[in-house]
């Protein structure tokens, strides 16, 4: 079985008794590992560099990808032109679409905050994703009004899977 088939057999013409002791004879489906060996219910398998858990349904063999988990650590810079004698305080707004999704630790209903003085690079901190999904963040500049500075507003949307 592969992809060209969809990972499917049938069989067919298979004998419902035993044909010495009369017995019904049922018939199961196993996945088998890369040495031959059946792979038990829940068990974890690696086609193809990706994971795997495998359960049985009936004759019906289900392997749920089980994703690896993804670090997510999204940096910002801020670039001030000219030479300030004193340097302001920025700050940025990292903000989940879905405030449900994770988040950086510190994070408040899906939001984040960070500052850099002058210029320089700050970031919101490492946080893992460990389900297969869509995530979406927004990442802005939170205008503070600060006298002498113009400042352009960048919205920047990231969009993990």
Same mark, same amino acid.
């Given at each position: 079985m592969d992809k060209n088939n969809h990972f499917t057999a049938t069989f067919s013409n298979l004998p419902v /008794?035993?044909?010495i002791t009369s017995a019904a004879n049922t018939y199961t489906a196993k996945e088998?590992?890369?040495?031959?060996?059946?792979?038990?219910?829940?068990s974890k398998i690696t086609i193809s560099g990706r994971d795997f858990t495998v359960h049985y349904d009936g004759t019906?063999?289900? +392997? /749920?990808?089980?994703?690896k988990p993804v670090l997510v650590d999204p940096p910002v810079k801020k670039i001030v032109e000219g030479n300030p004698t004193n340097p302001s305080t920025f700050?940025?707004?990292?903000? &989940?679409? +879905?405030?449900?999704?994770?988040?950086p630790v510190g994070s408040v209903g899906g939001v984040k905050q960070a500052e850099v003085t002058g210029s320089g690079e700050v970031e919101f901190g490492v946080?893992?994703? /460990? #389900? &297969?999904? /869509?995530? #979406?963040?927004?990442?802005?500049?939170? +205008?503070?009004?600060i006298a +002498?500075?113009?400042?352009? #507003?960048?919205?920047i949307q990231s969009h993990l899977r």
């Open positions: /008794t035993d044909t088998l590992d890369g040495d031959g060996n059946v792979v038990e219910e829940g019906k063999i289900v +392997n /749920t990808y089980v994703p700050h940025f707004e990292m903000r &989940a679409v +879905n405030p449900a999704d994770p988040m946080f893992e994703i /460990t #389900q &297969a999904g /869509t995530y #979406q963040y927004v990442i802005s500049e939170i +205008n503070d009004g +002498n500075y113009t400042m352009i #507003q960048l919205v």
